[in-house]
C-alpha cells in the first residue's frame, strides 16, 4: 500500500467546494426511482440516464470529485462507444466503485442486516482499479426500533467495513466507510445521536484492529436528524450541532475528509445542514457530501426518462451540484434555491 497516494485521492475526494455524486443504485433500487417517473428500468435507460449527469460537464468539472458507480455502469459505454468512466475522468472527476454486494438478515438477530460481499473482494479488487476506479464504498445499514440495534448488528458491520477498507487500501483504491443509521422509523434525534455514537465508536476501533490508516479512507456517516415518524422535526441549527458534536466525539482528525449521505432528506434540508455545519468551521477534517437521492431526485424529474428534456435534467443536475458545492464551503444562502427556479 501506498498510504501517501491513497491520501492524495482521499483529499482529492473532498477537496474544497467538491463533493462526490452517489450513483451506485443497484438494479433493484434504480428500478424504485425509474417507477416513480414512469420509466422503463432497462439497461439502455440506466445508460443514458446516467450519461445524462456524467455529461453535464460544468457540474461535473466545478462541483464533483468523484462518482460512485454501480459494477454494471463501470463497463458500460455511453451511445457513442465511449466508456463512462473515460466522460467522468474527461470532466476531471475520480471514478469509484460500489462493491457490498447488498444485505441479508443478521441471523439470530430478528429485522437486522448485515451486509455481504467480503468473500471474493480482493479478487474483485484489482479488476476495478484496472477499469478506473480509485475508491470504492461499502455501506452497513443499522436501523432503530424496539430493542435494535444489537450489539451484535454493531459489531459485525463494523468488523465488516474494516476488513472490507483493509482489502481496499491493499488493493491501492480509497474506501469510503459508510455506517448509515437509518433515518426511517419513530425514534428521537437523541436515539439517532446514541446509536450513531455507538456506531462510529465501534467502526473506529474494528478500523484500528485492522490496521487501516485512516488517512487513507473517507468516512459517509448519516447526520443526526430525528426519524421520520417522530414528528418531532428539528431545526437545521439542532441538526448541525448535533451531528458536529457526534463527529466531534467519534472521529479522530487523522481521517482525511467526510462526505454525507442524504438518507432520505429533501434536497434542500441535506443541503442546509451541510452549509450549517461547514459555518460552524473549525473542524479537523473537510465536511461535503456524497448524495444519491438529494443529488439526483431533482434531475430524474426534470429528465423523466425522455431524451428531450436531457437539457432540462442538466440543468436540475448543475442547480444541486452548486447548491451542495456552496454548502460544502459554508456559502449557501436559502435564496439561492429560489433564484434558479
Ligand atoms: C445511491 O444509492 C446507493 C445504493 O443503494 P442500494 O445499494 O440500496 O441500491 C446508496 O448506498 C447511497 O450511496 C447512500 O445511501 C447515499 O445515498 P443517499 O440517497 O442516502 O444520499
Redesign the pocket.
Known sequence: MNLSDLNKVAVAMTAPGKGIL?????T???KKRFDAIMTENTEDNRRDYREMMFRTTEAMKNHISGV?LYDETIWQKAKDGTPLVDIIKAAGALPGI?V?E?TKPLPNQPGELITIGLDRLADRLPKYYDAGARFA?W?AVIDIGKGIPSHNAIHSNAHALARYAALCQAAQIVPIV?P?VLMDGEHDMAQCEAVTTWMLKETFQELYYANVPLEGIVL?PNMIVPGKKSGKPASVEQVAEATVRVLKNCVPGAVSGIAF????QSDEE?TAHLDAMNKIGNLPWALTF?????LQAAPQKAWAGKADNVAAAQRAFMHRAKMNSLAALGQWKADLEKKAA
Request: aromatic share 4%; no cysteine.
Open positions: 452517489a450513483a451506485d443504485e443497484s433493484g433500487t434504480i460512485i460500489k457490498d447488498g464504498k455501506r459508510e448509515e459517509k449521505l442524504s438518507g432520505g441535506a456524497s448524495y444519491g437521492r438529494a
